[in-house]
T-cell receptor
Framework: SAVISQKPSRDICQRGTSLTIQCQVDSQVTMMFWYRQQPGQSLTLIAT?????????ESGFVIDKFPISRPNLTFSTLTVSNMSPEDSSIYLCSVKAGGPQETQYFGPGTRLLVL | AQTVTQSQPEMSVQEAETVTLSCTYDTSESDYYLFWYKQPPSRQMILVIRQEAYKQQNATENRFSVNFQKAAKSFSLKISDSQLGDAAMYFC?????????????FGKGTHLIIQP
């Protein structure tokens, strides 16, 4: 398994500003994922972040809005840029771990409210 | 693209009874993983059970078991002897096997209520 922490756990931001969310894993992992969970909704994959390469974004998500860094095998950041109230969501970091089991584990999430 | 459908927005069960949550999916792939995740009010996503599509045997984890019907593309979760702590949102999820598409595709979730 993998233990994942995220910072901040929650934040309230003004529209037009940016917020960077940090994700730290207790072991080295190749793949890290960022998901968004809008209020009362399911999880949607934003992007996949591999160390040493550009993140791969899913349809509907762009790098200018959600830039991602992956400086090493245990850490990643997601920035939500130029925020609007529609960005109010829970943002979850996830990693694939466990060798052949290939299970995805999730962080506790960052709850973001944009006013 | 793969899709995952959970047709039951909410289910209610009496404590100690058995409940089955439904999940269907659509894919053209032959190899993949299926998961059930639990999200309690704390919002932490917790893996409940995992099924590899190439395995015919249904996965079991204590009180949790699945009924995996590959031809029908069905993946239901059975919870036996329901406990109050089982109350949560349950999400069915799909993941491709290889090919670079390693993210999960989630269903909309089923809210499970446990009646004491």
């Amino acid at each position: 398994s993998a233990v994942i922490s995220q910072k901040p756990s929650r934040d309230i931001c003004q529209r037009g500003t940016s917020l960077t969310i940090q994700c730290q894993v207790d072991s080295q992992v190749t793949m890290m994922f960022w998901y968004r969970q809008q209020p009362g909704q399911s999880l949607t994959l934003i992007a996949t972040a591999n160390q040493g390469s550009e993140a791969t974004y899913e349809s509907g998500f762009v790098i200018d809005k959600f830039p991602i860094s992956r400086p090493n095998l245990t850490f990643s950041t997601l920035t939500v840029s130029n925020m609007s109230p529609e960005d109010s969501s829970i943002y979850l970091c996830s990693v694939k771990a466990g060798g052949p089991q290939e299970t995805q584990y999730f962080g506790p999430g960052t709850r973001l409210l944009v006013l | 693209a793969q899709t995952v459908t959970q047709s039951q927005p909410e289910m209610s069960v009496q404590e100690a009874e058995t409940v089955t949550l439904s999940c269907t999916y659509d894919t053209s792939e032959s190899d993949y993983y299926l998961f059930w995740y639990k999200q309690p009010p704390s919002r932490q996503m917790i893996l409940v059970i995992r099924q590899e599509a190439y395995k015919q045997q249904n996965a079991t984890e204590n009180r949790f078991s699945v009924n995996f019907q590959k031809a029908a593309k069905s993946f239901s979760l059975k919870i036996s002897d329901s406990q109050l702590g089982d109350a949560a949102m349950y999400f069915c999820a799909y993941r491709s096997l290889g090919g670079g598409a390693d993210g999960l595709t989630f269903g909309k979730g089923t809210h499970l209520i446990i009646q004491p």
